[in-house]
């Protein structure tokens, strides 16, 4: 490991299945939501009772479409969150130097949790993300990267956000952590950004099965 960088362990879209899960060791744990398969309350402390447990020193979380209790009935759920997580709803958190920033904000399709029109909706709440945040964790992918979904007798098309990707693009993060699409499993980059994406989706497309969590490193900002 690089001196001085933390070793981040991400994971999402585990869907009720995280106890299948061996989780390779690291200083932070991160979730990009989906955790849930009904968002029910008892989802919500199964869940973060098996999070706290784990021996990573960080635990970071966001929500995702499925953890529909966080997004109607908060207050029924977060008074009790372990204090060894940190839940992140559209805000930042600094870990040993490096920068996190967490939001749960997918574009509408269906009637799921934290989704919002694409366009000036989503621009509104991605222009939160402060300009020195090394690592970026959102439910959704952005467009581009990590987002392709198979058609209905047509080829895949992307899914992701446009408005997230320009986001991206502003801030320049070192890390880019998402879910959502389960086929886009993987990290990718291009040759416009510094940014790597991944997408952590270890959910196989049937919900019967995860893959493994996928690793990375980063270190604290040069002052």
């Known amino acids: 490991m690089t001196d001085g960088a933390l070793r981040v362990v991400a994971i ?41 447990a784990q021996p990573h020193r960080h635990k970071l979380m966001v929500a995702g479409n499925h953890d529909v209790v966080l997004e109607q009935n908060p207050e029924a759920c977060l008074p009790q969150l372990p204090p060894s997580i940190t839940y992140l709803r559209d805000r930042a958190v600094t870990v040993e130097g490096v920068t996190f920033y967490g939001a749960p904000w997918t574009p509408e399709f269906c009637r799921w949790a934290f989704m919002l029109d694409r366009g000036a909706p989503l621009r509104a709440v991605w222009s939160k993300i402060p300009r020195d945040t090394q690592v970026l964790i959102t439910h959704g992918p952005p467009y581009g990267h990590g987002d392709l ?20 693009a502003r801030v320049r993060p070192a890390w880019h952590v998402f879910g959502h699409i389960h086929e886009g499993y993987g990290v990718s980059r291009s040759d ?14 049937d919900y019967e099965s995860l893959r493994a969590p996928l690793v990375f490193e980063v270190a604290p900002r040069a002052s």
């Open 149 to 168: 979904v198979p058609g209905y007798g047509t080829p895949p098309r992307a899914v992701g956000c446009l408005e997230l990707l320009l986001a991206v």
């Open 192 to 205: 416009e950004l510094p940014t790597r994406f991944v997408n952590a989706a270890l959910c196989e497309p």
């Open 12 to 52: 999402s879209d585990t869907h009720g299945l995280h106890t299948q899960l061996e989780l390779p060791p690291g200083d932070v744990l991160l979730h990009a939501g989906d955790y849930s398969t009904h968002g029910a309350p008892d989802e919500f402390f199964e869940f973060t009772a098996w999070f706290a």
